[in-house]
């Protein structure tokens, strides 16, 4: 058995086997605990990617509903438009020989009009499309940065453990040359007095 001094310097016996193990144990125990927290890592960032995942989700369901009460508007405006058009011919049909001229130059002007109208809107369908777009684009790329600095973060902190444990377990090894050494020096004047 190892002989193992307390701070009043006398000898305590311990199995040698308790004595062995320890660093054994406790290197175990820390690559429990790094295995533990990298899942606990694994999991937040997976539960961070659900919550985007929804967050998308639910701003394509946004998108999509304003898109339908966009062409509701739009079809609206055209049923509106089409109603307007017919009612001016059934004015332009009742007007005199000598109006008519009159009447079918304002139904050009109204044409016009309409047309501009109509181009205008899509025009700004167009311009609204391309700004969702671009901002879609700039979160996407944002985000992508952030899990790269995560994922950065992440691995810098693993080499920080692994070499803290490199460090742990060679001080381990010099403790127990040490204890070696002390035990050997113990026994050789024990065994010549003997």
């Not at 009460?69 to 005199?96: D, H, P």
């Not at 809107?121 to 790329?141: F, G, N, S, T």
């Amino acid at each position: 058995m190892p002989l193992r001094f307390s701070s009043k310097s006398f000898p305590v016996f311990l199995p040698s086997s308790i004595v062995t193990l320890r660093p054994y144990y406790r290197a175990k125990e820390r690559r429990r605990e790094r295995a533990e927290l990298l899942v606990r890592l694994e999991a937040e960032r997976e539960e961070r990617v659900k919550i985007n995942q929804a967050k998308a989700a639910v701003d394509r369901e946004e998108r999509q509903k304003k898109l339908m009460i966009t062409k509701m508007q739009f079809s609206e405006s055209k049923r509106m438009l089409g109603l307007q058009e017919k009612e001016e011919a059934k004015k332009c049909a009742e007007l005199t020989v000598g109006h008519r001229a009159n009447a079918e130059e304002q139904k050009k002007m109204k044409a016009e009009a309409v047309r501009v109208k109509k181009e205008q809107v899509r025009i700004q369908m167009e311009r609204d499309k391309k700004q969702k777009e671009y901002e879609a684009h700039l979160q996407y790329i944002k985000k992508i940065e952030k899990e790269t600095l995560k994922r950065q973060e992440t691995e810098e902190r693993i080499k920080a453990l692994e070499q803290e444990e490199q460090a742990m377990i060679a001080r381990l090894r010099k403790t127990k040359d040490m204890q070696k050494e002390v035990r050997l020096s113990i026994s050789n004047p024990l065994l010549e007095c003997v």
